[in-house]
């Protein structure tokens, strides 16, 4: 019976994490720790497009990072269609890394910036040997390159990483991802360091991608532009997720206090329209998050239980959850 829940879930479930928590020492011999990632269960489905926000030192990159397999948990589990993917080995954990494929928020992140432009976009092709002559991974680097308008592709390839601005090395981040084609794109703030016109193209060339069945998961602090290009969005607050449901339904009525106060902070187009952000204060420390709800100390609904008792991830409605006592 349980094998075959197992089977079910790796059919309608992509990704999913169980009570997934990943600690950090703080350094310098201390006995601290940075609570990154506090018992999320996450989930996301295949051939559709799940997003993570929150604000800086959310623990959205650290969630990322974990479902990559960069990070190891602390405790809990990361599983990929139903299987741990950290206990892949061998064949399966090399199908595992060509299939899903990260773009980094900082190119130098992934990027040795003494490559070539042509040896950082081929570089994944070449660890998995996803190519069967000089020719083709010439074409792959070409077709990858020009995709993300580094063109014509032959005046950049042999340019040094360091010789780019930093639109272009973002570019080249996205490029070397797409020469790979995978199943499933993990996007870090991808377009996050490219103006304007350039982010549109991007996020409109990962948008094409999707009627080919492939699986997007974007972080970022961007609420406008997940709520553009996802399906599905989970929110999250020093190390929590606080509300998860579709994306339309979730940024047209956000439910969680916190997820108003983002939506609120959001610029508007009208200089005349005032903004105002309906959390005070800053983020506190994720080495000593608050008890109970973390985010009651910045919340103007804030009762004495909030801090008393942390509230449960519950569905208050079909397919809408929220972590807030007084949510309904």
Known sequence: MEELVSQKRSETELFR????????????????FVHAVDGVDFTAKPRRSTGIVGESGSGKTTLAKALLGVVKPTSGKVLFEGRDINALKGDALRDFRRRVQMV???????IDPLYSVYDAVAEGLRILRLYSSKEELDERVARA????????WSEYAY?????LSGGQRQRVAVARTLAMDPEVF????????????VKGEII?????LKPNGKSFIMISHDIATVRFFTDELAVMYLGKIVESGPSGEVVSEPLHPYTQALIAAVPVPDPSVSVRSLAKGEIPSAVAPPSGCRF?????????ICSAREPELREVRPGRFVACHFAS
């Open 17 to 32: 994490t169980e009570n997934l928590v990943v600690y950090f020492k703080v350094r310098g011999g201390s006995k601290l």
């Open 159 to 163: 340019r040094r990483i360091t010789a």
């Open 296 to 304: 009651h100390p910045r919340c103007p609904l804030a009762q004495e």
């Open 145 to 152: 390159l020009e995709a993300v308008k580094l063109t014509p």
């Open 186 to 197: 993990i996007l870090d703030e991808p377009v996050s360091m490219l103006d304007a016109s």
């Open 104 to 110: 980094y928020q900082d190119p130098f992140d992934a």
């Open 204 to 208: 409109k060339l990962m948008d094409n």
